[in-house]
């Protein structure tokens, strides 16, 4: 598994997984912030925040990142993606294991770079959802994708790094490849999630969770 993965076990038997991947620069701490808002709702649900793969290139004192972010070219983002998606399609794997639960009982959140490889995971592992918060979707040419689970899309129509236009985006290419997508605007908010795209986050994590089976 990586090497620091800031987490949340709970006391009580663990029934459900979330893992959370911070965007670009940030670090696994950062985003673990919404597991502590989350957790008191979700009590039988394991929290997973690792720090990305790489040391960040723009924030060296406690960053990291996914892949390298020179622009938002489709084909240096693809690059990352197919770099980056490897290992953590072995570490949701490795979770499931230890914790002998479904692949249903996986919900995959991501933030700006980590939403974008959140939802790059549909080419790689099957899940019980996935929160994409302020990102985009990359997909590879010719490929079809191995799973279709539930999508929630939550994005500002006020971020100025991942423009508000990337959600309708997203929307439309996944819908296209049969995946059930719902989304939340937040209108004003920049790039950041506000306390209406958490609530909707955490009703969508308790939705799918009730409406999935518990592994024996």
């Not at 670009?24 to 985003?31: Q, V």
């Not at 960053?63 to 938002?72: A, N, P, S, V």
């Amino acid at each position: 598994m990586f090497e620091n993965c800031p987490s949340i076990i709970p006391q009580k038997p663990i029934q459900k997984l979330v893992v959370l991947l911070h965007g670009y620069g940030s670090n696994g701490d950062d985003l673990l912030e919404i597991a502590k808002i989350w957790q008191p709702d979700l009590p039988n649900t394991a929290f997973f925040s690792p720090n990305a793969i790489e040391a960040s290139e723009v924030n060296p004192f406690g960053g990291y990142q996914w892949f390298g972010l020179k622009d938002f070219d489709h084909t240096n983002i693809r690059a990352g993606l197919d770099k980056a998606r490897p290992h953590v399609n072995r570490f949701l794997k490795r979770l499931l294991a230890e914790y002998s639960l479904l692949p249903s009982d996986l919900i995959v959140t991501g933030f700006s770079q980590g939403a974008m490889l959140a939802l790059d995971m549909v080419y790689a592992i099957r899940l019980g959802g996935i929160i994409g918060y302020s990102g985009a979707f990359y997909p590879p040419l010719n490929t079809q994708p191995l799973s279709s689970p539930p999508v929630l899309l939550v994005h500002g129509t006020a971020d100025l790094v991942v423009p508000y236009a990337n959600l309708q985006a997203a929307q439309t290419k996944l819908r296209a490849a049969g995946i059930n997508v719902m989304t939340q605007t937040c209108p004003g908010l920049g790039h950041s999630i506000d306390e209406a795209g958490l609530m909707a986050g955490l009703d969508f994590i308790k939705y799918q969770h009730q409406n999935q089976p518990i592994a024996l």
